[in-house]
C-alpha cells in the first residue's frame, strides 16, 4: 500500500466480511492497523480510498 500511494498506483485490498468467521478479533484487530496504515498515505500521499465501481467507471442509479 505505501508502494502504490508513492508513486499515484492503485492498491487492491481483498477482503470480505466472510474473512472474519474466524479469529474475529485478531482478524479486527489487523484491519484497524490497516486503516490507520491509510489514513497516514492519505495524509501524508493524498492517497484516496476507491471502491470497484468507481474504478469502473460506472455508476447505478
Known sequence: MTH???HKK???LWWHPHNFGQNTEENFK???TLFIHYS???NTY???SKTMTDLTGIFHK
Open 4 to 6: 502504490a500511494a508513492k
Open 10 to 12: 492503485n492498491y487492491h
Open 30 to 32: 489487523a484491519l484497524e
Open 40 to 42: 497516514t498515505l492519505n
Open 46 to 48: 493524498n492517497f484516496s
